[in-house]
């Protein structure tokens, strides 16, 4: 299960536009780009199609157009979804080129039933998106599995705190807990280790001290416990709950506070993969600006974990960087090269420009040089 190709559009003919053209996907993938190229728009507007098809977006945007292939249990999806003035204009699903929904802007429309071996038209609001409105698995099982894929998808922006400041009182714990969807919450990993640890046992917490470890962090134990057992200088006088590590050389805990802002990081994204892997989801996973906040030697040794998770388990991962000692850690053949043109923003990659790659292979140069290189201005 993996995203194929995107295209994307906002506001043409406005001096907001901005394109994407057509940008194709591997397995593994790193998105290289100068600053200020599109790097991280487009993981979010990667992460806005998910959440459409998804339904945790239910509003149609202002404008944009994504034209998009998605590779599901042997079929190929191929969707586009155009808004404008917050409507939806158009909507399109093929399987494997055979049609199975269409609608148009006045929201009339026809979708394929399964049981009855026909379309069958409908009409839904201007503002509704069809495709959200539609997960029949008995009907519709087209719908059904690419929203599952869609929800599967996680998005990390790696230079944020990705919830290092978060704590988890024991009413919300328990909510979350309670919830029948995924594995928690992106912004804190608290929930989704505790959710994990219940389902999976001490092969988790060993599953995350190897990797842990495999990354220069050498840990005897990792757990979730209360806040209050700490000297934070924070008063408690409720249960706050929070994650925290104890080291090989150290006898103490070490809570989450006081982990430093790369160790933090690493723990917490090591957390998701690891759930990812042991629910075998194959699921798409978005890190914006992998390795940032940590040194080389560990940065480049994240990526080993997340590469390995990626072959293990069917994982599709796609990250971002201008770092140059991750870009030469990354091969050649997972590289997306974005170059923006105006409001237009290619992307170059081994399978949509062979003899640009292999002629540059055939040089010897580092990748970062690749990158520098004048090559696709």
Not at 78 to 93: P, R, W
Not at 114 to 140: M, N, S, W, Y
Request: contains cysteine.
């Amino acid at each position: 299960m993996s995203l194929k190709s995107l295209s994307y559009t906002e506001f043409e003919n406005d001096p907001q536009h901005w394109k994407l053209d057509q940008c194709d996907f591997s397995q593994i993938n790193l998105i290289v780009g100068r600053n200020a190229t599109g790097k991280t728009r487009l993981m979010n507007v990667i992460n806005g199609l998910c959440k459409i098809l998804s339904a945790r977006t239910t509003e149609a945007f202002q404008s944009g157009t994504y034209q998009t292939e998605i590779a599901l249990s042997g079929k190929v999806y191929s969707l586009c979804l155009e808004f404008a003035n917050g409507q939806v204009i158009k909507e399109s699903l093929k399987v494997d080129k055979d049609e199975r929904l269409t609608r148009d802007a006045d929201g009339k429309g026809k979708i394929y039933y399964e049981q009855e071996g026909k379309f069958i038209e409908f009409q839904v609001p201007p503002t509704a998106i069809a495709i959200q409105q539609r997960r029949d698995e008995l009907q519709h099982p087209f719908v059904v599995e690419l929203s599952k894929w869609a929800r599967g998808c996680q998005a990390y922006l790696f230079g944020s705190s990705l919830g290092k400041d978060r704590v988890v009182g024991l009413a919300s714990l328990e909510v979350l807990l309670e919830k029948q969807e995924g594995h928690g919450d992106v912004e804190s990993p608290i929930s989704t280790y505790t959710k994990a640890f219940n389902q999976y046992g001490e092969a988790f917490d060993k599953a995350v001290i190897r990797d842990m470890g495999q990354l220069g962090y050498n840990l005897t134990e990792v757990g979730m416990d209360d806040m209050r057992q700490f000297p934070l200088q924070l008063n408690l006088s409720e249960p706050l709950f929070g994650m925290f590590v104890r080291e090989k050389d150290r006898d103490a805990k070490l809570p989450q506070m006081y982990m430093s802002q790369g160790m933090f990081r690493a723990l917490a994204l090591v957390i998701h993969i690891n759930v990812a892997s042991f629910g075998k989801q194959r699921t798409l996973v978005l890190v914006d600006d992998i390795g940032e906040g940590l040194d080389f030697e560990r940065s480049a040794s994240l990526i080993d974990v997340l590469t390995r998770h990626a072959k293990e388990t069917d994982l599709q991962i796609i990250m971002t960087t201008n770092d140059r000692f991750v870009m030469n850690r990354v091969p050649l053949e997972y590289w997306s090269l974005l170059r923006r043109t105006g409001a237009t923003v290619h992307a170059y990659t081994e399978r949509n420009c062979p003899k640009e790659f292999a002629e540059f292979k055939y040089m010897g140069l580092s990748n970062f040089d690749f990158f520098t290189s004048a090559t696709f201005q």
